[in-house]
């Protein structure tokens, strides 16, 4: 149709069509970035699935401690000036009320390719790896080392939290254990005191933290080949800008690369470990 004007008015009708073309796109590179929206909104909603020392509630009072829950209120209360919302969660859906806009950031996530998938990750606030914990005097372990093959035997069965980094870590290595998994930490750790479960699969500072509180009966095992050596991060939504990440890494970068973040894993380690083991 075009070719019934002359070419300078099919230049000027191109042109309009080109603009009318940028000007739609205006309005989707106006959106509110994420932390634009919380500052909006006034509230920066933090998901929270427990697991010491990362992330504590308190069952009486319902109140959030952790380094994670630390480092999470500080971000919002004084990097966007908003309050602070803590969502109780469990590990199973801790990714899919992300993905889901139940929270805005996911705390104390293990950087996973399978999460990358579904998720934006921060850079890790620290490090992290599976450990064992089992009861030194348990006969089936006598000879046992730190090779993850010295307990994997058929009647042996190993405890862990559904849903989390150290459920997936184990279940992909055992290959002769029976693997029980539990809703919570109190679960599997009880699990192992009862001695209906030979082994507790846990974070490497977390069964080192129970340890420490039970120096009479447990054995902290650090397997070689490390098993699951991973970051810790924040989760976020995969719509995430660039520029959010680079709010939220500068951030973690900054209070890591001082000392900062040490120092609050010490302070949650010595609030977990003083609470009495159930």
């Known amino acids: 149709m075009l070719r019934s004007f002359s070419r300078s008015v099919r230049n000027m009708l191109l042109c309009a069509a080109a603009t009318g073309a940028l000007l739609s796109q205006v309005p989707a590179q106006a959106a509110d970035s994420l932390w634009q929206g919380v500052q909006k909104n006034g509230v920066l909603?933090?998901?929270?699935?427990?697991?010491?020392?990362?992330?504590?509630?308190?069952?009486?009072?319902?109140?959030?401690?952790?380094?994670?829950?630390?480092?999470?209120?500080?971000?919002?209360?004084?990097?966007?000036?908003?309050?602070?919302?803590?969502?109780?969660?469990?590990?199973?859906?801790?990714?899919?009320g992300l993905q889901s806009d139940k929270w805005d950031l996911a705390m104390a996530l293990n950087q996973t390719p399978e999460r990358a998938m579904a998720?934006?990750?921060?850079?890790?606030?620290?490090?992290?790896?599976?450990?064992?914990?089992?009861?030194?005097?348990?006969?089936?372990?006598?000879?046992?080392?730190?090779?993850?093959?010295?307990?994997d035997k058929p009647d042996v069965t190993f405890a862990v939290m559904s849903g989390?980094?150290?459920?997936?870590?184990?279940?992909?290595v055992i290959k002769q254990g029976k693997i029980m998994r539990l809703a919570g930490m109190d679960e599997t750790r009880l699990a192992v005191?009862?001695?209906?479960?030979?082994?507790?699969?846990?974070?490497?500072?977390?069964?080192?933290?129970?340890?420490?509180?039970?120096?009479?009966?447990?054995?902290?095992?650090?397997?070689k080949p490390a098993l699951a050596k991973q970051g810790v991060a924040f989760g976020l939504r995969r719509d995430a800008s660039p520029a959010d990440l680079q709010a939220l890494n500068i951030y973690l970068s900054q209070r890591r690369d001082t000392g900062e973040i040490d120092a609050l894993v010490d302070k949650a380690s010595v609030l977990a470990n003083a609470k009495p083991a159930q």
Not at 60 to 89: A, N, Q
Not at 122 to 148: E, G, M, R
Not at 164 to 170: E, G, L, N, P, S
């Open 45 to 96: 909603r933090c998901g929270a699935a427990v697991a010491a020392p990362y992330v504590m509630r308190d069952a009486k009072s319902g109140e959030y401690s952790g380094y994670f829950v630390d480092l999470c209120r500080d971000f919002g209360e004084r990097v966007l000036k908003v309050k602070v919302e803590f969502v109780d969660t469990n590990w199973d859906n801790l990714v899919a």
């Open 119 to 151: 998720v934006s990750f921060s850079v890790p606030a620290t490090d992290y790896q599976v450990s064992l914990l089992i009861n030194k005097d348990n006969p089936k372990f006598a000879n046992a080392q730190n090779s993850l093959a010295d307990y």
């Open 164 to 172: 989390t980094a150290q459920d997936k870590a184990i279940s992909a």
């Open 193 to 223: 005191m009862s001695k209906r479960a030979d082994v507790l699969v846990d974070a490497s500072d977390t069964n080192h933290l129970f340890a420490v509180a039970n120096p009479g009966w447990s054995k902290e095992v650090l397997p």
